[in-house]
């Protein structure tokens, strides 16, 4: 009992920090990337509405091949967001600062989807950066670490 009231008031504090900073959800996803297409799915349709959604609007980028926007692109080059390696990877930007404040990479299930992003919001309100790479300098490689085309598949 004790661990859902610790949660419930977690949650609550991260929504109230989280819509007083104006921070966004930026979804790069990948256009064949199997994982995007879930999270696509099973959370979009549903994210507005939720707790978070609320507080922490999603929008939604399609990475087509080596192809980023613009603006992600300058923004990478000034090492305001950190280096991309897959898809779906989800950026909690500080629409004020025009930077990434924190992360999560990857999609496996709603649940824990969830509860990533949760634990990142907790993070960025105790002044960490989650999802942060020792040394990372704000690179990206468009075909992912391991091997050609990882960003598209990932």
């Known amino acids: 009992m004790k661990k859902i009231i610790l949660g419930c008031v977690i949650h609550i504090l991260i929504l109230l920090t989280t819509q007083a900073l104006a921070f966004e959800l930026l979804v790069l996803s990948g256009e064949k990337s199997k994982n995007s297409k879930r999270w696509n799915e099973e959370v979009l349709p549903d994210y507005g509405n939720s707790a978070v959604g609320k507080t922490l609007p999603a929008k939604v ?85 391991g091997g050609e085309h990882q960003m598209e598949g990932s």
Do not use: C, N
């Open 61 to 145: 980028i399609t990475i087509r091949e080596r192809d980023f926007p613009e603006w992600l692109d300058k923004a990478l080059q000034e090492k305001r967001v950190q280096e991309i390696i897959g898809t779906p990877t989800f950026i909690i930007w500080d629409g004020e600062k025009k930077e990434e404040v924190g992360r999560v990479e990857g999609y496996t299930q709603k649940p824990r989807f969830y509860s990533q992003l949760d634990e990142a919001l907790a993070m960025i309100e105790q002044g960490l950066t989650p999802g942060r790479r020792e040394g990372s300098g704000g690179e990206h490689q468009t075909d992912g670490s």
